[in-house]
Structures are given as C-alpha cells and as structure tokens.
C-alpha cells in the first residue's frame, strides 16, 4: 500500500486499536497488519449489553440493616435537638435569663419532634413491610 493512501486511511480510521495497528504499520515494526477490511465488531465490543426488559440488579444490604436505615436520621434529630437542650439549660444555669436560651430550647425541642415522628413512622413502616412479608 502507498503511504501516502495508508496516512489517509489513518485520518478515517475511528477505532484506536486500528489506528495504533495502522501507526505500527508506518512505522515499519509490523508487516502486513493493514488491511483493506475494518476491524471486525466483535473485536469493539466490550461487555456484553442485557436485554431492555431485564433491569441491572443493584447490590443489596441485609433486611437487618434496611429496617435500621429508617431510624438513623430520626435517631440524628433527636440527638441534635436533646444536644441543643442539655446546652439551653447549662447557659441559663449560668446565667439565669431565660431570653438568651429561648431560641435554643425552641430549636432543640423541635429537633425532638421531629425525631419521634420519624422514629414512629420508620416503626410503621418496618410493621407494615413485616406484614407484607408474612402474607407471600
């Protein structure tokens, strides 16, 4: 082949691994690696592709630790809001007015609430997902 035609060939080629076998070709290393066909499809694919109506599947975690997924942010809200009150009562147990604290406890005591709710509503969903179990 003329170099010339193979340089043009190398502008076109798409493929890395034809466009190094073509630069190798060049460059004199390999002999007789060009040919007139492309590489085969075969040859670029890679992993095979599922059919459409088959979904990946996702790793999954034990039934344990989903149940236990549910009651972690309650768990934080509670946490932060008895933090925020522990810290509202020693600021007005040093200082004794109770308008430097108020936002605080209001803070904190919403932050429980929250927390409940959520912890009650992470119990009736693990209830009602033990209850889904049972009956299949």
């Known amino acids: 082949m003329d170099r010339n035609k193979v340089i043009k060939k190398l502008k076109d080629i798409k493929d890395p691994k ?6 190798w070709a060049l460059a004199g290393k390999e002999k007789d690696v060009l040919s007139d066909k492309p590489a085969s499809l075969e040859t670029r ?17 034990p039934g344990d630790a989903r149940k236990l997924i549910g009651y972690v942010f309650p768990g934080i809200f509670v946490f932060f809001g008895l933090v925020n009150l522990v810290q509202a009562a020693m600021q007005y147990h040093f200082t004794g007015q109770i308008e430097d604290v108020f936002p605080r406890l209001i803070m904190g005591g919403l932050l429980v609430l929250f927390g409940i709710f959520g912890i009650v509503k992470a119990k009736k969903q693990v209830q009602g997902g033990n209850a889904d179990q049972k009956e299949t």
């Open 45 to 61: 694919r890679t992993a095979p592709i599922p059919p459409p109506g088959q979904a990946q599947k996702l790793p999954s975690l």
């Open 18 to 23: 034809e466009r190094d076998r073509v630069i």
